[in-house]
C-alpha cells in the first residue's frame, strides 16, 4: 500500500513538474534557466525538451539544447557502463559470484606507499562514471569513491617505502595486493570466486583463481573502482605526510619525481618516507 502511496505521489510531482513548463512563454529567459538547472535525466525530460524547443526565444533553444547534451551525455555514460560490465557479465553468467577487482596505485613515486585495494561491486547498485582513476578529476575521484564505499565491498592493503626498499617495487606491490584482499575477507560468507587484477601479472602464493587483464582499471568496472579507492587512499596517506615534511611540496607532487621535489631532495635530503632504493633519492638523510 505504501509502495502504491509513493508511485501516485511521484506520479503527480512528475505531472507537477510539467505543469511548470506549459507555462514557458509566460517567463523570462532567466526563469526558464533557473526552472531548468536541477533537472535529472529521467523521463520526462524529453517532453520538456519539446516544450522548450517550441519557444520561438533563442536563449530557450540554447537551454534546450543544453538539456539535450545532458542526455547524450548520460547515455554515454551508461553505454560506457555496460562495455566495461561485459567479461564481470560473463563470468556471472558462467557462476562466478564474488568477482573481485584489483588495482594498485603509487609503484612509481619516490616517496610513500604504495596501496592495493580489492573492490567487489553490487550488480544491483549500479556506479556509473568508473574508469581508470589517472583518467578522472580529483573532485570526480572523491566523489566515486565515496559512493563505491557505500555500494561496494572494499578492502585496501599497503606496503611502506621501506617495504618497498626491502622487497623491490614490484613484490612490494603484491605484498599490498594480498593485503588488500585480506582485509576484504572478513566482509565476506566465503573466499571470493575469482580476482580481476589488473596488469599483465598474477598475484603469487594466493590459492584464488586468478585473472590478469591489461588495462584493465580502463575496461572492467570492478577494476575500476578499485584503482579510485588504491589512488584517493593513498593520496590521503600522501596529503598527511606534507603536513609533516613541507620541504617537499606532496600536496602537489604526491611524492611523483618532478623537478621541484628532485630540487628539494638535493637540498633537503630524504626523509623517512622516502623510498631510498630508487636512484634519484639521496641516502643524506633528513636533518631534524
Not at 542526455?71 to 562495455?83: D, L, R, S
Not at 563505491?148 to 599497503?158: D, E, N, Q, R
Not at 611524492?255 to 635530503?269: D, P, Q, R, V
Amino acid at each position: 500500500m505504501r509502495n502504491d502511496q509513493n508511485f501516485k505521489t511521484k506520479k503527480s510531482k512528475e505531472q507537477n513538474d510539467l505543469k511548470d513548463f506549459t507555462k514557458i512563454s509566460e517567463l523570462t529567459i532567466k526563469e526558464v534557466k533557473k526552472l531548468t538547472s536541477d533537472l535529472e535525466v529521467d523521463q520526462k525530460l524529453p517532453e520538456i525538451i519539446e516544450i522548450l524547443e517550441a519557444d520561438s526565444r533563442k536563449g530557450v533553444q540554447k537551454i534546450a539544447a543544453q538539456l539535450e547534451r545532458k542526455i547524450a551525455k548520460k547515455e554515454a555514460v551508461i553505454t560506457k557502463w555496460k562495455q566495461m560490465n561485459e567479461i564481470e557479465a560473463e563470468l556471472s553468467a558462467q557462476g562466478y559470484q564474488l568477482i573481485v577487482g584489483i588495482d594498485e596505485a603509487g609503484r612509481g613515486p619516490l616517496a610513500g606507499p604504495v596501496v592495493a585495494a580489492a573492490v567487489i561491486l553490487d550488480p544491483e547498485q549500479k556506479i556509473y562514471g568508473l574508469d581508470d582513476s589517472k583518467k578522472l578529476s580529483c573532485q570526480k575521484r572523491e566523489e566515486l569513491y565515496e559512493e563505491i564505499y557505500s555500494k561496494a565491498l572494499v578492502g585496501v592493503g599497503k606496503a611502506s617505502s621501506s617495504e618497498i626498499d626491502k622487497y623491490n617495487i614490484r613484490e612490494a606491490t603484491f605484498v599490498a595486493m594480498k593485503r588488500a584482499v585480506k582485509n576484504l575477507l572478513p566482509n565476506l560468507d566465503k573466499h571470493p570466486d575469482i580476482l580481476l587484477v589488473d596488469g599483465n601479472a598474477l598475484i603469487p602464493n594466493l590459492t584464488m583463481e586468478q585473472k590478469a587483464i591489461i588495462d584493465g582499471d580502463a575496461d572492467i568496472n570492478a577494476i575500476a573502482a578499485a584503482s579510485i579507492i588504491a589512488k584517493v587512499s593513498r593520496d590521503n596517506i600522501i596529503f598527511e605526510y606534507a603536513k609533516k615534511y613541507p620541504q617537499y611540496n606532496f600536496k602537489s607532487n604526491k611524492g611523483y619525481g618532478t623537478a621541484e621535489h628532485i630540487a628539494a631532495l638535493e637540498k633537503h635530503g630524504s626523509s623517512p618516507v622516502h623510498r631510498k632504493s630508487f636512484g634519484r633519492v639521496p641516502k643524506r638523510k633528513l636533518k631534524d
